[in-house]
């Protein structure tokens, strides 16, 4: 799990040794985490840093693939090394084959048989692999596997 208190400790360190992208990065983070403490009015949980880490690497995703498009490879490393750096502060990714024994498990306990179930498949399923996996990743193994149903 990752803490204010990690993030704040590695930004110093960042800054005493010059790391331009890690300093960078860091402080996008800590102002989202301060950002949604002013708006709680309280601390945030590891749960809630969490998130807004996954919000970061997300929105990364998007930058890298609009940068793709644009042919802008300039931005599209620099998206994918601030990419990097964030993944780091999330727990180990689950492997596909786990990935999808849970998802095969949910849709046995739903009693899924088509792709028009797949929003109670996933709502069952998302909290199970929170952190651990991409939601976009678990949707389209669920979907895969519902699709394999019919």
Do not use: F, N
Request: charged letters at 35%.
């Amino acid at each position: 799990m990752v803490s204010q208190a990690d993030l704040e400790t590695d930004l110093h360190a960042a800054m005493r040794a010059g790391d331009d992208l890690r300093k960078r990065t860091l402080r996008m983070v800590l102002s989202g985490v301060k950002l949604a403490e002013v708006e709680k009015r309280e601390g945030l949980t590891e749960d809630e840093i969490r998130g807004i880490v996954e919000k970061e690497i997300k929105s990364r995703r998007e930058s890298i693939a609009d940068a793709e498009r644009a042919s802008r490879t300039d931005l599209v490393s620099a998206a994918e090394a601030e990419l990097e750096l964030l993944e780091t502060y999330l727990p180990e990714q689950m492997k596909d084959d786990e990935l999808e024994t849970l998802a095969s498990s949910a849709i046995l306990e739903v009693g899924a048989d088509s792709p028009q179930a797949m929003g109670s498949v996933m709502k069952i399923l998302m909290p199970r692999v929170q952190g651990r996996a991409d939601g976009s990743r678990v949707s389209e193994v669920v979907r895969r596997l519902l699709s394999e149903k019919t």
